[in-house]
């Protein structure tokens, strides 16, 4: 079955820590990998995208690594701010059909705190 | 900023009302989605159109209906809400036509709330 696994669920840490969300999948065959960012009462917002071939790829403050033999994804978030509170998702996308379905993960909730 | 938007924002309807959530694009996407997103869960896929009088049924069963009339307008309706129907609703384009690579674009959402 076609899943996509996030963790931890929530998350909370100090204004100008550093973080790292996790994203597992099962999806088969695979495309490429979404990270969002969902301010609340916002809609998602696409952080990077991971292909098959790429191992990690920055979007400013923001660094995503793909391994796609263990089938793993991580988002680190590098001396947060207050505005990095927001739920990441994780989105997987396969080839099995034109309309390359998409597998989402439940979210992580992170705060940070001032 | 993605140029689509949703309206309302937020609605507190009766039982067996009638509704309906818009959602407009101003990109030109050919493709146009509605998710149902609860607390806490991922999203949930339940129409999807992939162009002028092109509309699907998602993976989630939905009692609601969805129209595509022009490129740029997905409106959703539900004949009858229920409290069950109580849920965020999130619209979405993308570009590519038939590719799975597409970003997608997200509406703020419409929160729906039935009592």
């Known amino acids: 079955k076609n899943q996509v696994e996030q963790s931890p669920q929530s998350l909370i840490i100090l204004e100008g820590k550093n973080c790292t969300l996790q994203c597992n999948y099962t999806v088969s065959p695979f495309s490429n990998l979404r990270w969002y960012k969902q301010d609340t009462g916002r809609g998602p917002v696409s952080l990077t995208i991971m292909t098959f071939s790429e191992n990690t790829k920055s979007n400013g403050r923001y660094t995503a690594t793909l391994d796609a033999d263990t089938k793993q994804s991580s988002l680190h978030i590098t001396a947060s701010q207050l505005s990095d509170s927001a739920s990441y998702i994780c989105v997987v996308s396969d080839r099995g059909s034109t309309l390359g379905r998409l597998y989402f993960g439940r979210g992580t909730q992170l705060t940070v705190w001032p | 900023e993605a140029d689509i938007y949703q309206t309302p924002r937020y609605l507190v309807i009766g039982t067996g009302k009638k509704i309906t959530l818009e959602c407009s694009q101003t990109?030109?996407?050919?493709?146009m989605y509605w998710y149902q997103q609860d607390p806490g869960m991922e999203l949930h896929l339940i129409h999807y159109?992939?162009?002028?009088?092109?509309?699907e049924k998602g993976d989630l069963s939905s009692e609601s209906t969805v129209s595509r009339i022009r490129t740029e307008h997905f409106p959703l309706t539900l004949e009858s809400a229920r409290p069950s129907h109580t849920s965020q609703y999130l619209c979405a384009s993308s570009e590519e036509k038939g590719a799975d690579t597409g970003e997608l674009f997200f509406g703020e959402g419409s929160r729906l709330t039935v009592l």
């Open positions: 159109s992939y162009g002028v009088n092109s509309t």
């Open positions: 990109m030109g996407h050919d493709k």
